[in-house]
């Protein structure tokens, strides 16, 4: 199972292991979009050997909180748990290993294809192994305890089915045998009136057949007699069990048995048999089946699964009238659920539901695809997109007082898709998402483009994977400038991709993706270590003191194995920490600020500064920017260009950063420095470094030692 809020996630997933088979079988996978979702699978879908579990989905610590549900409430400790996320810095391994009972964790950069199937092979093969040694204490525990459920859950013949799968583990026979049931009533018993419901082995062409189908005359006559005495039969190669004989149903199991079953197998015999009574004494379980299968629980309306079966059925009619599905996402509701409570975030689920089913009826049908997610499916003229967005202009009563919920609306045509249900719902999905990108309370339309957006991402990560595992990444470096003598001072190392066919790919294409799939941690370190080996070969080369500035992502920083890497690089490379700068935005500065400053803090003892890149576009406060402990600000491209003349105003705010830096004592330096006046004005200012094209463009590992020979003795003068 496949628990993540992010379609890509599954889809990438899934693809990793296309073609791929485990211990000799191939997988199949469950998707779950959300933890409330994955819990109601759980709790229907009782083969489920591994979860690959996100951290952070409709809440900070969902995918924790699954965990221990997974274990504490469903009891389901023989599924291996696989932690995963892209956001290590939300859960320290450490700390998750010791108070969750998981059995792997891996951030999504791990899961490359060779460590997925790696990953996945080893918990499997847990898995199966803690099944085999549990299969008859936890097969008789399972029917003594839980029968009942396990009836309610399932159909007849796969409950049949199950009672022989756990007879002959018990036993350690193996699974050959058949089940025969028929109505408890005055009929006499004979072969004509019984009906075979499960059947294994030699035997499973039999199923739904009448006992007077199966050729072996001992078997047909070793039933009878079980039936008719109403007792067990134990015979030296063959057995008779009978399973219950209640007011509604009686069923009893025949099994070939290569020696005689000894007498403590069969007080566990006895036991296991006389607990199937109570199952049969409880035929209305059987209706059930399909209202928990096919609705919601706590909404009683149409669930996932059931809106998936309609789509598909809609989708075969023939003339009938233009079909869409819209999807309902209601704003925020994760945070009123947090602060007011799970019981108050119900009672706003029913009053949306309520709403929702008052208002479209007929040919519209409303269902709970999933927590805070609602659909409606039905006629393109009944669904007219203002009339379902007007549903939230009205407040709803929510414990006797009006409250306003709003909400973000994606839809889809079923007639523009080929696909089947589960892909109509995908893609209604991804129109969700690009609404919500757009801003809450927006509404979006599903179109190809943005399947194509999709299938873009998932094919650059795939390219950006290929291309790092064969070295096609690699480092430029863009020259810093002091700007009061014009001396070289370093350089910032900058990534780049080019694919096979020689073409770059920029960096605001890849960097995303990489950070959101979890590569840039990988790319990060070999950044900064290849970056580490650059500055080491310069200083050997003559160019001493010369700095070298890294970038740091939010992923990298968060990861909990970050500051081990870089004492790492460090004594590897032999790089004096001095030398070495790495440079974090300031938007990643503002996110969880103690966590930020600790870090900074440890990357400080190493020796080694810290500079805040991109500075004036995020909403720093004074006080947390001294807080910060950092040795330099970076002013953003954008003021720098906005820089013309001395008589324009709009450099008011490089002026403000750089004055503000000077009085808490650091080190300014402005990126993009394209023009002369620009580096003129910069100075005037009190601006202290500088790069961008004026000096020089980004310059491969050759290109800057030639650069830098160039301008070994005459530095960069600028102009007065």
Same mark, same amino acid.
């Given at each position: 199972?496949?628990?993540?809020?992010?379609?890509?996630?599954?889809?990438?997933?899934?693809?990793?292991?296309?073609?791929?088979?485990?211990?000799?079988?191939?997988?199949?996978?469950?998707?779950?979009?959300?933890?409330?979702?994955?819990?109601?699978?759980?709790?229907?879908?009782?083969?489920?050997?591994?979860?690959?579990?996100?951290?952070?989905?409709?809440?900070?610590?969902?995918?924790?909180?699954?965990?221990?549900?997974?274990?504490?409430?469903?009891? #389901?400790?023989?599924?291996?748990?696989?932690?995963?996320?892209?956001?290590?810095?939300?859960?320290?391994?450490?700390?998750?290993?010791?108070?969750?009972?998981?059995?792997?964790?891996?951030?999504?950069?791990?899961?490359?294809?060779?460590?997925?199937?790696?990953?996945?092979?080893?918990?499997?093969?847990?898995?199966?192994?803690?099944?085999?040694?549990?299969?008859?204490?936890?097969? #008789?525990?399972?029917?003594?305890?839980?029968?009942?459920?396990?009836?309610?859950?399932?159909?007849?013949?796969?409950?049949?089915?199950?009672?022989?799968?756990?007879?002959?583990? +018990?036993?350690?026979?193996?699974?050959?045998?058949?089940?025969?049931?028929?109505?408890?009533?005055?009929?006499?018993?004979?072969?004509?009136?019984?009906?075979?419901?499960?059947?294994?082995?030699?035997?499973?062409?039999?199923?739904?057949?009448?006992?007077?189908?199966?050729?072996?005359?001992?078997?047909?006559?070793?039933?009878?007699?079980?039936?008719?005495?109403?007792?067990?039969?134990?015979?030296?190669?063959?057995?008779?069990?009978?399973?219950?004989?209640?007011?509604?149903?009686?069923?009893?199991?025949?099994?070939?048995?290569?020696?005689?079953?000894?007498?403590?197998?069969?007080?566990?015999?006895?036991?296991?048999?006389?607990?199937?009574?109570?199952?049969?004494?409880?035929?209305?379980?059987?209706?059930?089946?399909?209202?928990?299968?096919?609705?919601?629980?706590?909404?009683?309306?149409?669930?996932?699964?059931?809106?998936?079966?309609?789509?598909?059925?809609?989708?075969?009619?023939?003339?009938? @009238? @233009?079909?869409?599905?819209?999807?309902?996402? +209601?704003?925020?509701?994760?945070?009123?659920?947090?602060?007011?409570?799970?019981?108050?975030?119900?009672?706003?689920?029913?009053?949306?539901?309520?709403?929702?089913?008052?208002?479209?009826?007929?040919?519209?049908?409303?269902?709970?695809?999933?927590?805070?997610?609602?659909?409606? #499916?039905?006629?393109?003229?009944? #669904?007219?997109?203002?009339?379902?967005?007007?549903?939230?202009?009205?407040?709803?009563?929510?414990?006797?007082?009006?409250?306003?919920?709003?909400?973000?609306?994606?839809?889809?045509?079923?007639?523009?898709?080929?696909?089947?249900?589960?892909?109509?719902?995908?893609?209604?999905?991804?129109?969700?998402?690009?609404?919500?990108?757009?801003?809450?309370?927006?509404?979006?339309?599903?179109?190809?483009?943005?399947?194509?957006?999709?299938? @873009?991402?998932?094919?650059?990560?795939?390219?950006?994977?290929?291309?790092?595992?064969?070295?096609?990444?690699?480092?430029?470096?863009?020259?810093?400038?002091?700007?009061?003598?014009?001396?070289?001072?370093?350089?910032?190392?900058?990534?780049?991709?080019?694919?096979?066919?020689?073409?770059?790919?920029?960096?605001?294409?890849?960097?995303?993706?990489?950070?959101?799939?979890?590569?840039?941690?990988?790319?990060?370190?070999?950044?900064?270590?290849?970056?580490?080996?650059?500055?080491?070969?310069?200083?050997?080369?003559?160019?001493?003191?010369?700095?070298?500035?890294?970038?740091?992502?939010?992923?990298?920083?968060?990861?909990?194995?970050?500051?081990?890497? +870089?004492?790492?690089?460090?004594?590897?490379?032999?790089?004096?920490?001095?030398?070495? @700068?790495?440079?974090?935005?300031?938007?990643?500065?503002?996110?969880?600020?103690?966590?930020?400053?600790?870090?900074?803090?440890?990357?400080?003892?190493?020796?080694?500064?810290?500079?805040?890149?991109?500075?004036?576009?995020?909403?720093?406060?004074?006080?947390?920017?001294?807080?910060?402990?950092?040795?330099?600000?970076?002013?953003?491209?954008?003021?720098?260009?906005?820089?013309?003349?001395?008589?324009?105003?709009?450099?008011?705010?490089?002026?403000?950063?750089?004055?503000?830096?000077?009085?808490?004592?650091?080190?300014?330096?402005?990126?993009?420095?394209?023009?002369?006046?620009?580096?003129?004005?910069?100075?005037?200012?009190?601006?202290?470094?500088?790069?961008?094209?004026?000096?020089?463009?980004?310059?491969?590992?050759?290109?800057?030692?030639?650069?830098?020979?160039?301008?070994?003795?005459?530095?960069?003068?600028?102009?007065?």
């Amino acid at each position: 199972m496949i628990v993540d809020d992010e379609i890509d996630v599954h889809q990438t997933t899934v693809f990793a292991m296309r073609g791929l088979e485990v211990l000799g079988r191939t997988i199949e996978f469950l998707h779950a979009y959300s933890a409330a979702e994955a819990c109601r699978l759980l709790a229907t879908e009782k083969d489920i050997a591994v979860a690959l579990l996100d951290v952070v989905m409709e809440e900070v610590d969902a995918g924790l909180s699954l965990a221990r549900t997974i274990r504490d409430t469903l009891g #389901l400790h023989e599924l291996r748990i696989v932690l995963r996320t892209g956001q290590p810095g939300y859960a320290p391994e450490m700390d998750v290993i010791r108070d969750y009972d998981i059995n792997d964790y891996k951030t999504k950069s791990d899961l490359t294809r060779i460590k997925l199937y790696t990953t996945l092979t080893a918990a499997i093969r847990s898995y199966n192994q803690l099944h085999i040694i549990a299969a008859s204490r936890r097969g #008789l525990d399972l029917i003594v305890r839980g029968s009942a459920k396990l009836m309610a859950e399932r159909g007849i013949n796969e409950f049949a089915s199950g009672v022989i799968t756990q007879i002959t583990g +018990l036993l350690g026979l193996p699974p050959e045998g058949l089940i025969i049931a028929r109505r408890n009533d005055a009929e006499p018993v004979n072969a004509d009136n019984l009906r075979i419901v499960a059947a294994a082995g030699r035997y499973a062409g039999l199923l739904n057949q009448p006992l007077t189908r199966v050729d072996d005359a001992d078997a047909r006559a070793l039933l009878l007699r079980c039936l008719s005495e109403e007792s067990s039969v134990f015979g030296a190669r063959h057995t008779a069990l009978l399973l219950g004989a209640g007011a509604g149903m009686v069923m009893a199991a025949y099994l070939d048995s290569a020696q005689p079953i000894g007498g403590t197998d069969r007080l566990l015999i006895e036991v296991f048999c006389s607990n199937i009574a109570v199952c049969l004494e409880n035929l209305d379980l059987f209706s059930q089946l399909s209202v928990s299968a096919y609705v919601d629980p706590l909404l009683k309306l149409p669930n996932r699964t059931r809106l998936m079966q309609e789509i598909d059925h809609r989708k075969r009619k023939v003339g009938a @009238e @233009e079909e869409t599905l819209i999807l309902i996402d +209601l704003d925020h509701f994760s945070e009123t659920n947090e602060a007011l409570g799970h019981q108050y975030g119900d009672r706003i689920l029913r009053a949306v539901g309520a709403r929702l089913r008052e208002s479209f009826t007929g040919s519209v049908m409303v269902a709970r695809v999933h927590g805070d997610t609602f659909g409606l #499916l039905g006629p393109v003229s009944r #669904l007219p997109q203002q009339n379902v967005a007007d549903l939230f202009q009205e407040p709803f009563d929510i414990d006797n007082a009006e409250q306003m919920i709003s909400a973000t609306f994606g839809c889809v045509r079923l007639d523009e898709l080929t696909g089947d249900g589960a892909e109509i719902i995908k893609c209604a999905s991804i129109a969700l998402k690009r609404a919500k990108a757009n801003g809450r309370g927006s509404f979006a339309r599903y179109d190809r483009d943005m399947g194509t957006e999709v299938q @873009e991402r998932v094919r650059l990560l795939r390219n950006l994977r290929n291309a790092f595992q064969h070295d096609r990444l690699f480092l430029n470096y863009q020259p810093q400038i002091d700007l009061s003598n014009g001396r070289i001072i370093g350089a910032e190392a900058l990534i780049r991709w080019k694919t096979e066919s020689g073409e770059l790919v920029p960096p605001d294409s890849f960097i995303a993706i990489a950070e959101y799939s979890g590569l840039i941690v990988d790319i990060g370190q070999w950044v900064l270590r290849n970056a580490c080996f650059r500055q080491i070969s310069l200083e050997k080369a003559g160019f001493t003191n010369f700095r070298m500035a890294v970038n740091v992502s939010i992923a990298q920083f968060r990861h909990p194995q970050f500051l081990d890497m +870089l004492e790492q690089a460090l004594a590897d490379t032999g790089i004096n920490p001095a030398l070495l @700068e790495l440079e974090i935005t300031e938007s990643m500065a503002m996110l969880e600020p103690d966590y930020v400053i600790g870090v900074i803090h440890k990357v400080k003892t190493l020796g080694i500064s810290v500079a805040v890149d991109d500075f004036g576009t995020g909403f720093s406060s004074l006080s947390y920017l001294q807080r910060l402990a950092v040795d330099r600000l970076k002013i953003d491209r954008g003021f720098v260009n906005a820089i013309r003349s001395p008589a324009q105003t709009t450099e008011c705010i490089a002026q403000t950063v750089i004055q503000l830096g000077r009085n808490l004592g650091l080190t300014v330096i402005a990126e993009g420095v394209e023009t002369e006046t620009q580096a003129r004005l910069l100075k005037q200012m009190g601006c202290h470094e500088a790069q961008g094209y004026l000096f020089a463009h980004p310059l491969d590992s050759s290109e800057l030692v030639r650069w830098l020979e160039q301008h070994r003795d005459s530095g960069c003068p600028l102009n007065d």
